[in-house]
Structure formats: structure tokens, C-alpha cells
């Protein structure tokens, strides 16, 4: 069931005018169908929720492709308030939870997917198990670019792979959102690490400390020639997936491990098969999708603010600033691919 809906027809209309037990939220009625700013009902926290006032929204590939109703495994029925990961600030506990009070900061991937609320919302009541606490150097935007990325970049490094230190590890597309979390990762572990990019991304991968190699200069068995003496790498993680994941089955070592959090299509096992390597995918949904493993989402976010404390994280965020009235915009930056680094969305107005 949805909140009750009522038009409201400016963005930045008093605070003072609107009732206590509301908010505003984007909501988008059906498949591309453009956002409508609403006024809903603001949720009251369940047992084991906390209610968290949201001050930036993490903008991700996926929430463009649930707007164009192009992503049925995510499972989230239109209308609906778009947005997986928040920042901000508890307001309230439900029954139960202890992790957190009011007047903590506090962020996470809570929703978005699978009927649960998004956070281009001014509210949200999420399970308090998907929360972490902001990292003391973080701002509301630095943090709200971290979940999903992260999680998906430790799930495959840390959960799958077991990466220790001295692996050479290869991240596939290591510019991108979960690539750029992966280097830092697999580095925190004390790996050496060598990262796949275009021309342009050269420069950054190697401010990170990892080995850029240029796609489309190098070839697969070049590359695995220059670095590993033609052995091979110990970890591959591919974010790219389609022929990169090919790519990454034959730049794997004998007894090696490939990732992909991409691994959709249809591949030929063989060069994997005959290193005698294996494979596991990573779907960073399932938690929110099945209420199965919510816990662990929130133990990896403590890890990332654990990393960030330390000053061994560093999110990469588009230097644009979009509100709630320019969310279309914001999707628009993502779907050209002319986006650098996470586009955040500043929901506190």
C-alpha cells in the first residue's frame, strides 16, 4: 500500500506550512514517466526501523533503469520513490533498536528496490541492520555515495574472493563506481593492484596506488605478460561485464577466483574450467530483496567507515550539485555516461 498522495507544487515552498506527519518525496507514476514532487504521509518506524531524516541521495545506474521500467530483477512496482542509498540524521526508533539514537548520522542502502521506499524522500523508516554510522571525516554526500558501490565491492573482494595480502588483483573498469571502491579495498588488504580503463581514467586509477592498464592499448595476454609473467592474476573482479567478463576468465591464474557483479549473459566456461578457477557473481540486492543477510550490509558499511577513518577510503563524486527539482537532470548525467565519479542528490532544502 502507498502513502497517501497530495499534490504539492513547489519545491521549495515554507516548511512551516506542511503538517508534522508529512514529508516530500519524487515519486514516479510508470515506466519513464517524468518525477512528481508529492506530499506523503512521513512513515512512523516499525520494530527493528529507525526513522531516518534524509540529506543526500546516492544516484545510481540502476535507479535510472527501475525508472525506465527496464529492470524486473529489481522488483520495484511503479509508482514508487526511487533512490537506494541515504545520508542523514535518526529521528526515531522503533521498538527494539539499540544500534542507534536520535541525533545519530547515519547511512546505508535501505531502499529502492523491491517495494521498499527510496530516499529522494525527506523521510524514510528502514531497517535499523542495513545502517552504519557515518565516518567523522565524511559529510552527507561523501557518504551517501558509498553503499551500494561498496557493499558490491566488498561482497565480491572480501565474501567470494577471500583477497589476502601480496595477491595481484585485477579490477576490471577501475573508474568506475564499484571498480574505484574494489582498488581500495583489495589494497587495504595489503594486494597489488592493477586496474583496466580507458585512456582518460589512467591518471586517476594510478592516484589510488594501482597499475592502470589501458584496454585499448593492451591486449588480454599482453597485459597478463607485462604484469604476472604470463601466470596470471590471483583475483580478477569484473564490473564491466559482457566480453570483459570473457576477457577475465582467460586473465585469470591456475587455481584463481573470478568476480563479476555484471555476470548476465551467456559465457564459455572453458578457459575457466582448464586453470581450474572458479567464479561467483554478486547480486548486492538479495538483503533488501528477501529480508535475508541485512545484518551483514550493515557490518560491511562499518567497515567502510572503519577504512574512511583511517583515511584509506576515498569516494569519487561527480563535482555537480543536483537538488530535488533536478533529479531528471541527474539521470540524464548518469544515462550519457558524461557523469566523473557518483552523482549524489542534496535532498535537505
Known sequence: ????????????????????????????????????????????????????????????????????????????????????????????????????????????????????????????AVDADLLAPIPVNFGMREAAALPLVFITAWEGLVDRAGVTAREKVLVQGGAGGVGWMAIQIARSFGAEVFATGSAASQRAIEQLGATAIDYGQSSVAEYVADHTAGLGFDIVYDTVGGATLDASFQAVRRFGHVVSCLGWGAHLLAPLSFRAATYSGVFSLLPMLTGQGREHHGAILREATRLAEAGHLVPRIDGRRFGMDAVAEAHEAIESRDAVGKIVIDVAV
Open 1 to 124: 500500500m502507498h502513502p497517501t498522495i497530495k499534490p504539492f507544487d513547489a519545491l521549495r515552498r515554507p516548511v512551516e506550512i506542511m503538517a508534522a506527519t508529512q514529508m516530500r518525496a519524487l515519486l514516479v507514476d510508470r515506466a519513464d514517466a517524468p518525477f512528481r514532487l508529492v506530499t506523503l504521509d512521513r512513515p512512523v518506524p516499525g520494530a527493528g526501523q529507525v526513522l531516518v531524516r534524509i540529506e543526500a541521495s546516492g544516484a545510481n545506474p540502476l535507479d535510472t533503469k527501475i525508472r525506465r521500467g527496464n529492470a524486473p530483477h529489481a522488483k520495484h512496482p511503479l509508482p514508487a520513490v526511487l533512490g537506494m542509498d541515504l545520508a542523514g540524521v535518526v529521528e526515531g526508533v522503533g521498538a527494539g533498536v539499540t544500534a542507534f539514537a536520535v541525533g545519530d548520522r547515519v547511512y546505508g542502502l535501505t531502499g529502492g528496490v523491491g517495494g521498499l521506499q527510496g530516499s529522494l524522500a525527506e523521510y524514510a
